[in-house]
């Protein structure tokens, strides 16, 4: 990278980090000139250069990690599974790897946990969370309706990850998927129950 490419993308990520406060992010990139200007020296230029990127781009990840808080409108939408008058903002893309992001669905508190049991015992193979499930699923909570759409959302998320190259192309197979939920299981239950 030259020289004006790389303080292109040095002030380019300083606007981003300060979007909303302009003038601070002017004055930093004043800053940053006056210090540049000082140094003739092209390794001594460059290693400022590097030194500044490296912060900035620390900052703008720090930027996408960090969790917007849900409003007080959000807080009150319906359960998208089940309906429950209050819910919680749920990543589908998680922050971890995409960032604070619009792929988000509201969950109350107990399909939202069901959600992330069911990720972490499927995509991550945590016993732990598929012991829950079992448990949960037997004590028939979130209704079956919820659990049902919980369970499209989930495969939804682990075909795009497998598209993506994130996860393992097994772990979308329904023998993996119905081992690691006793998914069929569940289902024949309900059936049973339902011509009972
Ligand atoms: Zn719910
Ligand atoms: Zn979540």
Known sequence: MNEQSAIDELYALIRFVYAKRHRLAEKIIAAFEEALADKTDPGERQAVIAHWLDFYQAHKYRKLMRRRRSTDRERMLPCSACGYPISQRH?????????????????????????????????????????????????????????????GWLRAILSYEVESGWLESYKLSDLWIEDRLGWRAYLNSLSTAAGA
Not at 120 to 147: C, G
């Open 91 to 151: 990543h589908l893309w998680d922050i971890a790897t995409h960032g604070e992001n619009r792929v988000t669905v509201q969950l109350c508190a107990n399909c939202h946990e069901l959600h992330h049991l069911m990720y972490n015992a499927v995509a991550r193979d945590s016993v732990y969370s598929q012991k829950l499930i079992r448990h949960l699923l037997a004590a028939r909570q979130p209704p079956p309706e919820a659990v049902i759409r919980i369970f």
